[in-house]
Nanobody, 123 residues
Framework: QVQLVESGGGLAQAGGSLRLSCAVS??????MGWFRQAPGKEREFVASIRWSDGRPYYVDSVKGRFAISRDNAKNTVYLRMNSLKPEDTAVYYC??????????????????WGQGTQVTVSS
């Protein structure tokens, strides 16, 4: 049974940092991603990583501030978030899929989702 369990969310001040973790159990996937959903908005892509070679891909709004990484031994993906802004406030979701040939920037490219973790950035 596949499970994605996120952790690491919380409250941070603008300019601060947080690190999200997503532990995957059940099997491995070729691509992992992070999405976020702010109140009243659609879920949007944040970052993805191809498991085979660690190739990352980011939405423009987080480039240079966020870093996605993975730990093969732990089957865990991380999202390091630096220089946080109030507009980063959202529920962050981890996603897993088998379409490692894609950029992983679309919800339809993923088959499994975590329960989400709240990130709140105060100004």
């Amino acid at each position: 049974q596949v499970q994605l369990v996120e952790s690491g969310g919380g409250l941070a001040q603008a300019g601060g940092s947080l690190r999200l973790s997503c532990a995957v159990s059940g099997r491995t996937f070729s691509i992992m991603g992070w999405f976020r959903q702010a109140p009243g908005k659609e879920r949007e892509f944040v970052a993805s990583i191809r498991w085979s070679d660690g190739r990352p891909y980011y939405v423009d709004s987080v480039k240079g501030r966020f870093a996605i990484s993975r730990d093969n031994a732990k089957n865990t993906v991380y999202l390091r978030m630096n220089s946080l802004k109030p507009e980063d406030t959202a529920v962050y979701y981890c996603a897993a899929g088998d379409r490692g040939y894609t950029l992983g920037n679309r919800r339809s490219q993923y088959d499994y989702w975590g329960q989400g973790t709240q990130v709140t950035v105060s100004s």
